[in-house]
């Protein structure tokens, strides 16, 4: 696997080696340049843990984060073999980097695969951040399309023919399972051809799976990208939607694929950890608590989103001469809507604003090829989403009337 030339990996200085040796024997060492206060009684009273700068984040939350893990995916000492026939081991603590989010993951990521002007495979339609987050990378974003037929499929001999095109430059190939906004998931059969892509053009997935518990109208054989063992995967999650709590600063990337590359990774995303360190003890202190409220949280969003996805189903169905359809959500919190496309995007935009005060995200928002589509959010109270829902059924009727 090939890693950028940003991150500096060479051999340490003789007094850090030595260093390293003595504390491996258990020699007690002090430091006549110790800067950390905390070291030296000098922190505020509210904040008097010692601070260990471990780049991964504290091992005791990364043990109890890891535990977590292997609960929620069944994972145990043995390898577990899914539907497909992919096996996911017990997640070692050491794998995982705890930080403040996964949009920060994709800047590490970027860094340690990426030197400037490499590029990255990203989905559309799709969530924008991506390509803004690459752009301040100094890294190119290069679009590979997802297809809907009565539901949404990725363009394998597209993603081929961009991954063996040397000219691109291609670092990491980015899968959203499931995607956003097209709650689509990863198929088995995807899986297996972008992993054998993957694997022969030298090129880590980043695997974005934080709406991943949230399955709405799914196929059978789907399961999680973390801890595939084939090839060098960088899997992103986070208490942002796990617990519906996008003020919960908590992401992690697990670390898995083949010893040397995942060994060859860490060494140097380590160093990139390092220089920006990990989460605060404020926060991480409260991991533990956040996850006993982990299950709770994921079901009361669950049971909200597949609400709002049956009474839209039914709204749609019984509202008189209705053009407007509902594409397949296979998981996620969000729902694409169609509207007649002779409706000018942001027309549409513009009257659910002025007429009911509603503000909505038009298709282009997410580079949908053609237009006529919105981006409907499953997770307002009902009677909100039933408003919604309502004004924007009435808002397409009298434009229409009007063309008339």
């Known amino acids: 696997m090939r890693f950028s030339s940003r991150v500096d990996v060479s051999e340490p200085n003789p007094i850090i080696l030595t260093q390293r040796v003595a504390i491996s024997k258990g020699i007690k060492l002090t430091k006549l340049n110790d800067s950390n206060p905390t070291v030296h009684g000098l922190s505020p009273e509210c904040l008097n843990a010692k601070y260990t700068a471990d780049p991964r984040g504290p091992v005791e939350v990364r043990r109890i984060l890891a535990n977590f893990i292997n609960h929620r995916d069944n994972r145990v000492d043995q390898n577990i073999v899914n539907k497909k026939g992919s096996s996911a081991k017990v997640l070692n603590p050491d794998n995982l980097y705890v930080l403040s989010s996964t949009s920060q993951a994709y800047e590490w990521l970027m860094m340690l695969m990426c030197d400037c002007g490499d590029s990255v495979l990203a989905p559309t339609p799709g969530y924008p951040l991506i390509e803004s987050i690459a752009r301040l990378q100094g890294v190119k974003s290069i679009p590979y399309p997802l297809v809907y037929d009565g539901s949404w499929t990725i ?15 291609i670092r990491a190939l980015v899968l959203i399972n499931p995607n956003n906004p097209t709650g689509s998931y990863i198929k088995p059969q995807e ?7 993957c694997n022969k053009n030298n090129v ?49 990337i697990e670390v898995s694929g083949p010893s040397q590359d995942v060994q060859d990774a860490m060494k140097r995303l380590d160093v990139i950890a390092d220089d ?11 991991i533990p608590e956040l996850l006993q409220c982990a299950k709770e ?19 749609l169905a019984n509202y008189p001469n209705c053009c407007v359809s509902a594409l397949r959500a296979e998981g996620g919190w969000n729902i694409l809507i169609r509207v007649p496309s002779c409706l000018d995007d942001d027309d549409l935009a513009l009257r659910l604003m002025q007429d009911y005060h509603l503000v909505s995200q038009p298709g282009y928002y997410f580079d949908m090829p053609n237009n006529g589509y919105l981006a409907l959010s499953l997770l307002p109270e009902e009677k909100q989403f039933v408003y919604g829902v309502k004004a924007l059924l009435d808002t397409v009727h009298t434009m229409l009337e009007e063309l008339n």
């Open 204 to 252: 880590a997935i980043i695997a974005d799976e934080v709406f991943y518990d949230y399955c709405l109208e799914p196929f059978d054989g789907n399961c999680r990208l973390a801890g595939e063992e084939s090839t060098l995967v960088f899997a992103l999650d986070g208490f942002s939607k796990m617990l519906a709590a996008p003020h919960a600063k908590v992401g992690w």
């Open 276 to 286: 920006f360190l990990p989460i605060g003890a404020t926060v991480s202190e409260r």
């Open 297 to 315: 949280q994921t079901d009361l969003v669950q049971n909200r989103v597949r609400s709002n996805l049956k009474t839209l189903r039914k709204m």
């Open 155 to 169: 363009d394998i001999p597209r993603v081929k023919e961009l991954l063996e095109n040397t000219d691109n430059r």
């Open 191 to 197: 899986r297996d051809a972008l992993l054998q892509l």
